[in-house]
């Protein structure tokens, strides 16, 4: 939780400091893509402990979201003022399309995952059959004098 909110801390620094050195926001998409990204790993990983009833770090993880949702205030403010006209709302829609493409692309990893788990058991079962069948017919030969 902590590499994640200094990952956020430093990327909004990193912003902030062009954005008032006169420098326009296209200088700044990597930073801006960090803070994003690390804020979406810190509420991952409070909705997987609120999830598992895990309640270890619950003040740390409210202290997190809040210094997230204010320095999200001021980018905001930094694209309204700095920006082109409706860039927030263009930021917002590609950001809801990009959570989308990212949960969909997680769901597939996942179904692939699973199916090849299956696969493998498939093989694995194979295996154990063809290997017992072998077995069978060794110990039929052998005991039919065979071998």
């Known amino acids: 939780m902590l590499a994640e909110l200094a990952a956020a801390n430093a990327a909004f620094a990193v912003i902030k400091q062009c954005v008032s050195n006169g420098k326009e926001l296209a200088n700044v998409g990597k930073q801006i893509s960090d803070f994003v990204f690390a804020k979406e790993q810190i509420q991952k990983k409070a909705n997987k402990r609120k999830a598992s009833g895990v309640g270890g770090g619950d003040l740390e993880e409210f202290m997190a979201l809040e210094k997230i949702a204010s320095q999200e205030k001021q980018l905001k403010e930094i694209m309204i003022y700095a920006g082109r006209p409706g860039l927030w709302q263009d930021w917002q829609k590609f950001q809801a399309e990009a959570r989308k493409s990212r949960r969909y692309a997680e769901k597939m990893a996942q179904k692939q ?20 069948l072998g077995l069978i017919i060794y110990f039929a030969a052998k005991w039919a004098g065979k071998i």
């Open 113 to 132: 995952r699973e199916e090849l788990l299956q696969i493998i058991g498939y093989i694995i079962g194979g295996i154990f059959f063809i290997s017992s």
